[in-house]
T-cell receptor, first 110, second 114 residues
Framework: GEDVEQSLFLSVREGDSSVINCTYT??????LYWYKQEPGAGLQLLTY?????DMKQDQRLTVLLNKKDKHLSLRIADTQTGDSAIYFC??????????FGQGTTLQVKP | ETGVTQSPTHLIKTRGQQVTLRCSSQ?????VSWYQQALGQGPQFIFQ???????GRGNFPPRFSGLQFPNYSSELNVNALELDDSALYLC?????????????FGPGTRLTVL
């Protein structure tokens, strides 16, 4: 079946790196996404990775994909208080829908 | 470039009533998807519209219905509201036809059913 799992909470100090992990089940997913949601807001697309890639870097964000283990991670370098939010990973199914994890709440302490 | 917009931002209804939520897609996009996000959960796919027709549906009952208009905007209608329908309803637009059909989300409509 289709399922995406994430750890629920991560707390880091400002300036440290944050690593948010995700596992998925649908090996036919073409793209995998990371979205950010701030309180009371919609989802903001952060980055995505094509399933035939291992890594993608975009400024402070690094996405790693282990297709064999169906494991996706998002690393945020030099984490700032403005990065405090809920982070969702999502896989795209061949029907066009996105399947989301439950979200990881990132708390950044000053 | 105008992003995805949704209206209203908040809505309060009572059980049994009907509600219509609206979404304007991002310029250049031809596909709209709707998601329900319950408190503390990830978004759940309701359905997707492409060229004014339903193009995939999640595990939601028929009282959830939708429309897409020629300008690619969309409506989500929910009949016979239940308490469990209280959630944030998110609309996402995308362009179907390219290699990458990334979905961009609107700010959502917060629906409370009393």
């Amino acid at each position: 079946g289709e399922d995406v799992e994430q750890s629920l909470f991560l707390s880091v100090r400002e300036g440290d790196s944050s690593v948010i992990n995700c596992t998925y089940t649908d090996s036919s997913s073409t793209y995998l996404y990371w979205y950010k949601q701030e309180p009371g807001a919609g989802l903001q697309l952060l980055t995505y990775i094509f399933s035939n890639m291992d890594m993608k870097q975009d400024q402070r964000l690094t996405v790693l994909l282990n297709k064999k283990d169906k494991h996706l991670s998002l690393r945020i370098a030099d984490t700032q208080t403005g990065d405090s939010a809920i982070y969702f990973c999502a896989e795209s199914s061949n029907t066009g829908k996105l399947i989301f994890g439950q979200g990881t709440t990132l708390q950044v302490k000053p | 470039e105008t992003g995805v917009t949704q209206s209203p931002t908040h809505l309060i209804k009572t059980r049994g009533q009907q509600v219509t939520l609206r979404c304007s897609s991002q310029s250049g996009h031809n596909t709209v998807s709707w998601y329900q996000q319950a408190l503390g959960q990830g978004p759940q796919f309701i359905f997707q519209y492409y060229r004014e027709e339903e193009n995939g549906r999640g595990n939601f009952p028929p009282r959830f219905s939708g429309l897409q208009f020629p300008n690619y905007s969309s409506e989500l209608n929910v009949n016979a509201l239940e308490l469990d329908d209280s959630a944030l309803y998110l609309c996402a637009s995308s362009y179907s036809g390219g290699a990458l059909d990334t979905q961009y989300f609107g700010p959502g409509t917060r629906l409370t059913v009393l």
